[in-house]
């Protein structure tokens, strides 16, 4: 896919979190009749070499992230970064986008933008966000060399800043995305009102 001088491109969906606001698997909330991780993990594959997704290890035997190629965080306490970095791990001479579980108003559109932008030149590539203009860690493509200095980060107590690297180092910054396409979901009220939105597009469309 694109540039032959790129790694290959792979992709991981975060599905390792504990949904404590939400209180309930964010990953199996149902969007237009199906679970969001299904979704997600569709969506994402039809983009990249490979997919997986991103799992704590009580997570292993769960019969909605069973279906799916998995890989299991060997970090604790350090945020979404432990998907990321066990990710590498595995895999370290390829680029990965990472993308959260829980965007339900994501479409091919905005991976499209984000993957034709990969250039030799980067390190990573993110969108900003629309409500403070820094990047969107959780759209990403994370290069090789990105991933190497998340993985210098681990020295650092506590929780690992993805998007600290993101604004340290050679980020390819891109405009936010359109029609709250990374809007992610975290509680009973943001999906209510997602779930509007949804409705919205479907009438808009009808």
Same mark, same amino acid.
């Given at each position: 896919?694109?540039? *032959?001088?790129?790694?290959?491109?792979?992709?991981?969906?975060?599905?390792?979190?504990?949904?404590?606001?939400?209180?309930?698997?964010?990953?199996?909330?149902?969007?237009?009749?199906?679970?969001?991780?299904?979704?997600?993990?569709? *969506?994402?594959?039809?983009?990249?070499?490979?997919?997986?997704?991103? *799992?704590?290890?009580?997570?292993?035997?769960?019969?909605?992230?069973?279906?799916?190629?998995?890989?299991?965080?060997?970090?604790?306490?350090?945020?979404?970064?432990?998907?990321? *970095?066990?990710?590498?791990?595995?895999?370290?001479?390829?680029?990965?986008?990472?993308?959260?579980?829980?965007?339900?108003?994501?479409?091919?559109?905005?991976?499209?933008?984000?993957?034709?932008?990969?250039?030799?030149?980067?390190?990573?590539?993110?969108?900003?966000?629309?409500?403070?203009?820094?990047?969107?860690?959780?759209?990403?493509?994370?290069?090789?060399?990105?991933?190497?200095?998340?993985?210098?980060?681990?020295?650092?107590?506590?929780?690992?800043?993805?998007?600290?690297?993101?604004?340290?180092?050679?980020?390819?910054?891109?405009?936010?995305?359109?029609?709250?396409?990374?809007?992610?979901?975290?509680?009973?009220?943001?999906?209510?009102?997602?779930?509007?939105?949804?409705?919205?597009?479907?009438?808009?469309?009808?």
């Amino acid at each position: 896919m694109g540039n *032959l001088t790129l790694p290959p491109l792979y992709g991981l969906v975060l599905s390792g979190g504990e949904s404590q606001r939400m209180g309930q698997d964010k990953a199996g909330l149902l969007y237009t009749g199906r679970p969001q991780l299904a979704r997600a993990f569709d *969506l994402l594959a039809a983009h990249v070499d490979r997919c997986f997704v991103s *799992l704590r290890q009580e997570q292993k035997d769960d019969p909605l992230r069973i279906v799916f190629p998995g890989i299991i965080d060997t970090l604790t306490s350090v945020g979404p970064a432990a998907g990321l *970095l066990a990710a590498h791990a595995l895999y370290p001479k390829v680029a990965w986008v990472v993308l959260a579980c829980d965007l339900p108003l994501l479409e091919a559109g905005t991976l499209d933008t984000l993957i034709a932008a990969r250039h030799e030149r980067y390190a990573a590539i993110a969108f900003q966000s629309e409500h403070d203009g820094l990047p969107e860690p959780l759209c990403t493509i994370w290069e090789p060399a990105a991933l190497e200095m998340l993985q210098n980060q681990r020295t650092t107590p506590g929780k690992i800043s993805l998007r600290k690297i993101l604004t340290s180092h050679d980020t390819c910054l891109l405009p936010a995305a359109q029609f709250n396409a990374l809007e992610n979901v975290n509680t009973p009220e943001e999906r209510a009102s997602v779930l509007e939105k949804i409705a919205q597009q479907n009438k808009d469309t009808a």
